[in-house]
C-alpha cells in the first residue's frame, strides 16, 4: 500500500537502509569510545576530579542550582502556555482589531532572541529600578519567547483540523466558543501534544541562559564548581553530570507526555459511538398498524 506522497521500500532499499544503519552506529560508537579514550588519557578519569561529588557541601550547591532550574522552568512553562492559549485565540479571531495586534506580538516575541529578552529585563531592571530578580527576567523572557512559540504551534494545530467539523458543529446551533472548547481543542490538544512537550523541553534547556545573568541555577552552579582551582579545575567532570541532569529531566518529561498521550488516545477508543450498532440491545417495538405519525 502506497501514498502520494510516500513509497514504501523494497527488500533492497530495506537492506541498503538496514547497512546504513550499521555503519552510521559503528561511526557514532568509534566517536564515543575515542572520546572516552582521550579523556582517560587526559586525566579526566581520576578520582581526584571526581571526589569532590562526595562532598554535601557541592551536592547541597547541586541541588539548589536544580531546584531553582525547576522552579523557573516551571513557572515560565506555565505561564507561556497561557499567552499561547490566550494570543492563539486572539489570532483566529474573526475581529481583525484584535487578530491584527495578536499576531504583530507573536511574530515580535518570536523573532527576538531569547537571550535578549533576558538581558531586556535585566538590564532595564537596574537601569530604571523595577525591583526584578534574575529570577524574573529569566521567567519573563522564557514566557515570551516560548510563549510566542505555542501561540503559533495552537493556531497551526486548530487550523489543520478538517474544516466539515467546524461547519457541522455550527450547523448544530452552536457558537464559536463551544466549537473551540468542545469540539476542536480536544482534537487539536491530542495531535499538539508532543510538539507541545517538546517545547516546554526547550523551555527547560533554556533556563541554562539564565547563568548569563547571575541566575543561580544549575549552569551557574556547574561553572562555579568547575572553576574551584583547589579542587583541580573539574570542568569536564562537572558538565558530564550536569548534562546527565539535564538529560535525564528530559528524559521524564517526554516520558510523561508519551503516558499523557497514550491514556488520552486510550480513552477516545473506548468512548462509546452514538451512531453504532449495539446487538444486545433489546429492538424496538413495532408500531401498531393503521397508526400514523399525525395520529
Known amino acids: 500500500m502506497s501514498t502520494v506522497l510516500y513509497e514504501p521500500p523494497g527488500p533492497r532499499a530495506k537492506a541498503r537502509n538496514r547497512i546504513t544503519n550499521i555503519l552510521v552506529l559503528v561511526v557514532l560508537v568509534g566517536a564515543v569510545a ?14 581526584r576530579l571526581w571526589r569532590q561529588f562526595q562532598y554535601s ?10 531546584l531553582n532550574t525547576l522552579r523557573a522552568a516551571g513557572l515560565a512553562a506555565v505561564l507561556a502556555l497561557l499567552f499561547g492559549a490566550v494570543f492563539a ?13 495578536a499576531t504583530l506580538i507573536v511574530e515580535l516575541f518570536r523573532a527576538v532572541p531569547l537571550l535578549i529578552l533576558m538581558f531586556y ?12 530578580s534574575p529570577f524574573w527576567a529569566v521567567v519573563f523572557g522564557l514566557t515570551l519567547y516560548n510563549g510566542s512559540v505555542l ?3 495552537f493556531r497551526a494545530g486548530v487550523a489543520s483540523l ?9 450547523a448544530l446551533g452552536m457558537r464559536k466558543t463551544q466549537v473551540m472548547t468542545n469540539v476542536l481543542l480536544p482534537q487539536a490538544i491530542r495531535e499538539m501534544l508532543p510538539t507541545i512537550v517538546s517545547q516546554l523541553v526547550v523551555v527547560l534547556k533554556d533556563t541554562a541562559l539564565g547563568f548569563l545573568i547571575l541566575y543561580p541555577e544549575l549552569l551557574y552552579q556547574a561553572r562555579y564548581l568547575g572553576g574551584q582551582g583547589q579542587l583541580g579545575s573539574p570542568i569536564l567532570p562537572v558538565a ?13 518529561l517526554s516520558w510523561l507526555a508519551n503516558v499523557l498521550e497514550r491514556r488520552s488516545r486510550r480513552s477516545v ?13 433489546p429492538a424496538p417495538e413495532p408500531e401498531p398498524v393503521g397508526t400514523s405519525a399525525t395520529g
Open 34 to 47: 575515542w572520546l572516552i579514550n582521550r579523556m582517560y588519557q587526559n586525566g579526566q578519569f581520576e578520582g
Open 57 to 66: 557541601s557541592i551536592q547541597q550547591q547541586l541541588v539548589e542550582g536544580l
Open 89 to 101: 485565540a486572539a489570532r483566529i479571531s474573526d475581529h481583525k482589531w484584535i487578530r491584527t495586534p
Open 121 to 132: 529585563f535585566y538590564f532595564g531592571n537596574i537601569q530604571f529600578q523595577l525591583g526584578l
Open 151 to 153: 501561540a503559533e504551534i
Open 162 to 170: 478538517p474544516r466539515g467539523q467546524s461547519e457541522a458543529a455550527y
Open 240 to 252: 558530564i553530570v550536569i548534562a546527565a541532569i539535564y538529560i535525564s529531566m528530559c528524559l521524564l
Open 269 to 281: 477508543k473506548a468512548r462509546p459511538d452514538p451512531g453504532a450498532f449495539d446487538p444486545e440491545a
